[in-house]
Structure formats: C-alpha cells, structure tokens
C-alpha cells in the first residue's frame, strides 16, 4: 500500500465536479458537501426525472442533464475543476450497450475532458465486482472503466464499494424495502444464506470526503461493509427497523428465476434481473480493510443505517426513477 500525501487543504470554494450526480452515491454525496461547507460543486446527469428531483433536492447546486457519453460544450465545464467525483455507471439493464455507454465511453470523455497542465484529483468510484466471480455485464463494463481510469496519467484513487444502501436507494435494498411494504409475502431464494457486505452510503460519502482532502497517490482501496450478513438476515433487518408485516418465505430457487424472467418479460427496466439473482447466489467475500481507522470515519452498525436510511422524515420517502 503506497502511502498517503501529505494532509491537504481543501478550500471550501473549490470546484467539485460530480458525475452521476442524481442518482444514490451522488444526491448523498451532494447533500454532505454543502453540509460540510463546500460552495462550488457542480452535479453532472443524464436522467431527466432524477435530475428533476436533484434540483429540487439541492437547488444551490447546478446540475447538468446531459449524455456524457456524446462529447459536447459540457467537456467545458471540467476546466478549472480540483476535485472530480468519477460517479456515473450503468447498474441495471437488459443491453450491453447502455453498460458500455455509461461506464466505459462516457468515462474516457471525462478523462479526456480533465487533460491538461493542471488535471483535477479524481476520486473514482468502482465497485467490489471487479473483484467477483460474477460474468454479467455490469462486471465487465466496471471493469473496463476501472482499467481506463488505471491507464490516465493525472491523480487519482479508486474505490470499490460492495452493495449500497441509504436515503434515495431506487435498487437494491431500497427497492426490496418497498416492495416488502406492497406484498403480504416476500420471497426468498432457496435457502437464503447468501453472504453480503452491505455498505451504507452515508459512511462511504464519508470516505469519498476523506479521499479528496487526503488525496491518495492512485491507490486501489476496497471499501466494503464491515459486517457480513446472510441475504434472508439482512431481510428481516429491514422487516424490524422498518415495522413492515411482510411475511417472509423461502422458494426453491428455480421458481424464484422463473418469476423473475415473466418480469423481465413485462418492463424493459426490471430492478432486479435473472443475471442478479445468479450473481446473488455466488459464494463469495470481499476484502475488508480497515477504512475507518485510515480514514478517520465511524462505521455505522448495520440496524442503525438500516433505520436512518429508511425511517428518516426528510429523506426516507424520495424515490428516484429507474
């Protein structure tokens, strides 16, 4: 592990430039930064509803809506920029195109937009996948974009969150929270006893803060939760935090996949897919390295982010798009 540089200040009225600035990471990572002081931030989107609810969310902060991955006049606006928050990815999706899009072209246009003879520091948020046994193509566009950003010759680190939760969660464990509240049944893959190592937004926002005041010399650093829980556990977590009355059953896994290609079939943009649930099943651990202490931040234990995240008056309730 290379060492840190020497602790720098940053001043409040530095420009900080955020990539996929609506969606979960972003509208966190928005909302700790103008509570922290920073004045100059600027959120970059390409989906219009999300954008919408940003403006609302934040409106002292510009927010772009537009396609980063279609060069344009917005490549202007990464002049002069100290700080940018490498954010924008493809999560979901039946199409390897809008992977490659989002994460892959979108990214090399950004770092074309940040050359020059003083590149930003570039915080880039990976994901624990690239790590993982699972073939899909999140995976491989993640990976893609993470050699890419290797490859760039300005500062940067990266890091690999695993699984996110928080405030404005349209996936994940903030979908499966609301349809827990619309079903009297909530269903379970096979035995349940997945290993997951969920993380909390609000902490690794923490992180991604850290990082741009301490700005690691390109290093690689996996941000993973410090717990690790059984999927069916993590479920009845948020069953008792939240005060929902869903019963929760297990089904043989090969109904479970059934059900779910008959909903694939019926939107062309399913939370959750067939390729998700594989990789759900896959038995597998991520690094977990002391993020805390190298960084300064408190762990929030798992029940306790569970309930912040999905009880909270003010933000609990304000869901995004897909």
């Known amino acids: ?75 202007e606006a990464f002049k002069g920029a100290d700080i940018v928050i490498l954010n924008q990815a493809q999560i979901g999706g039946l199409f390897y195109e809008d992977f490659d899009r989002n994460n892959v072209v979108a990214t090399r246009n ?10 930003p520091y570039i915080v880039h948020i990976s994901s ?46 903030g979908w499966l929270r609301r349809f827990m509240e619309k079903v009297p049944v909530f269903p379970i893959p096979g035995h349940g006893r997945y290993v997951r190592q969920p993380l909390y937004a609000g902490d690794f926002c923490k992180v991604i803060m ?10 690689v650093l996996d941000i993973s939760g410090q717990e690790k829980i059984n999927y069916i556990d993590l479920i009845r977590i948020i069953k008792k935090q939240t005060g929902v009355r869903t019963a929760i059953i297990k089904i043989p896994y090969s109904v479970f996949y059934a059900l779910l290609k008959i ?11 067939t390729a998700q649930l594989e990789a759900l099943i896959i038995p597998e651990e991520f690094p977990v390295i002391d993020w805390p202490n190298r960084f300064n931040v408190t762990a929030t234990p798992f029940a306790e982010a569970v309930k912040e995240a999905y009880t909270d008056p003010d933000y609990s309730n304000i869901t995004l798009a897909f």
């Open 210 to 219: 850290a990082c741009m005041e301490q700005q690691p010399d390109r290093e």
């Open 1 to 75: 592990m290379s060492a840190l540089k020497a602790q720098t200040f940053l001043p409040l009225n530095a420009k900080i430039i955020v990539t996929g600035a609506s969606g979960l990471i972003g509208q966190n990572l928005c909302l700790r930064l103008k509570r922290a002081g920073y004045t100059n931030v600027v959120g970059f989107d390409k989906h219009a509803l999300n954008t919408d609810i940003f403006r609302k969310i934040h409106p002292d902060i510009d927010c772009v809506e537009t396609d980063l991955a279609t060069p344009g006049k917005w490549q």
């Open 128 to 173: 624990s996948v690239v790590n993982s046994e699972a073939d899909d193509f999140y995976t491989r566009s993640k990976t893609q974009q993470e050699d890419i950003v290797k490859n760039w010759k300005g500062p940067y680190c990266v890091l690999r969150p695993t699984l996110m939760f928080g405030w404005f969660d349209r996936k994940h464990l």
């Open 263 to 273: 909903a694939v079939m019926l939107t062309k943009t399913p939370p959750f897919t």
């Open 110 to 119: 950004i770092l074309e937009a940040c050359s020059g003879n003083k590149p």
